[in-house]
């Protein structure tokens, strides 16, 4: 017989690094509650609605900055997601005739808007050294003075590699470091202050458990050009965007619904009800099972809360499909992505299927599972 998944209140959701499921409820409440009973603009009146709005929105942006270890919260600025975070860094950054060093493991977010810079003679991209793994070995790091920018996902949304960033930067010295969070923030320490990042690009709806929309960029005070121009409510007598943070980066209306969303999420993170222990257990047992092969950090303490696997019988789309069609598993198949981390890997066409939890899994969602993996990898 195959494992049970009859149980009430199962979790059969591993999904979590494309977006966190379920979100604390408090989330749905307070947009809900912004959409049905707030309403209101951001920083443009004065009247009582529109001050409280305000209010939740530079709340967020403090609690966000505390967690980034920003000196100051408007050093943090929204934007929609970490890719269109990162694209304020790649465009707004005098990077003409420059080289721009990147891990072997960089999410299409990263490696796509690289190559059109590419495309259009302003830049070369490099490789940082990096082990099997992906994972960058600082004491390899020699930098050229034609080095204009280091960008380094932060945990590999692949094989759930954590990057030593704050070795990377010591490394690096006076050249700019832009972290790729998006998978990290939420799950990993970040403190872009003392480590003297230059720019952090995150999202919401991940280890954060907000909702989609929301995300944000952390600028440590390097010169950029903003991306988007456009009305602020400050500075209206001006033709030209306003020179001082956030406002700099903030053009137009931004996600009020999600911001009260994210705010909410941040201010009710739940205690999560697996330990480490757990996690690094299933990958320990899943490396046990015939067939299948485990995409992971080298070491233990190099991995973040997720991994991939792919069978050495079928392809990770009958893989995952039969996860799904028979024990009700969600997982995401393919390349995440991520082409160049699959290359390195070699995962390269094919891809895996990845396993990404979240606080929510308990052991007993573990163990389901590894059963349904072990029922798989014994039928072949």
Not at 284 to 299: E, H, I, K, T, Y
């Amino acid at each position: 017989m195959g494992p049970d998944f009859s149980k009430e209140g199962r979790n059969g959701y591993f999904d979590c690094g494309a977006t966190s499921f379920p979100k604390p409820p408090e989330v749905a409440r307070e947009m809900a509650r912004y959409l049905n009973e707030v309403g209101g603009p951001y920083g443009r009146s004065f009247y009582q609605r529109a001050l409280e709005v305000s209010g939740v929105v530079e709340e967020t942006r403090s609690l966000l900055a505390d967690l980034l270890g920003a000196k100051s919260p408007e050093r943090v600025v929204f934007t929609h997601n970490a890719t269109h975070a990162v694209n304020i860094v790649l465009k707004g950054l005098s990077l003409q005739g420059k080289e721009v060093w990147i891990s072997p493991l960089e999410h299409n977010a990263v490696a796509r808007p690289l190559r059109r810079l590419k495309q259009d003679g302003q830049i070369k991209v490099r490789f940082l050294p990096a082990a099997a793994d992906g994972r960058v070995e600082p004491e390899r790091l020699v930098f050229s003075q034609h080095t204009g920018l280091i960008v380094v996902n932060h945990q590999s949304n692949v094989n759930g590699v954590i990057q030593p960033i704050r070795e990377i930067k010591e490394r690096a010295g006076r050249i700019p470091v832009l972290v790729d969070a998006a998978q990290s923030l939420g799950h990993q320490p970040i403190d872009a202050g003392a480590w003297g990042i230059d720019f952090v690009a995150f999202t919401g709806h991940k280890g954060l458990l907000g909702p989609t929309g929301t995300g944000g960029l952390y600028l440590g005070g390097r010169h950029l050009q903003p991306l988007i121009e456009g009305g602020t409510g400050s500075r209206s007598e001006s033709s030209a965007m306003p020179g001082f943070l956030p406002d700099k980066f903030e053009a137009g209306t931004p996600n009020i619904t999600g911001i009260f969303g994210l705010k909410a999420a941040l201010m009710h993170r739940p205690v999560p009800v697996h330990t480490r222990e757990d996690f690094l257990h299933i990958i320990q047992a899943v490396r046990q099972l015939p067939g299948l092969n485990v995409q992971a950090a080298d070491r233990e303490d190099h991995q973040g809360e997720l991994f991939s696997i792919t069978s050495g019988t079928m392809d990770c789309s009958t893989l995952g499909m039969r996860l799904y069609d028979e024990y009700g598993i969600e997982t995401r198949l393919g390349l995440h992505c991520a082409p160049l981390a699959h290359h390195h890997l070699g995962t390269f066409p094919t891809g895996t299927v990845r396993i990404s939890p979240s606080v929510y899994h308990c052991p007993e969602d573990f163990a389901l599972l590894l059963a349904a993996l072990t029922a798989i990898s014994g039928k072949g």
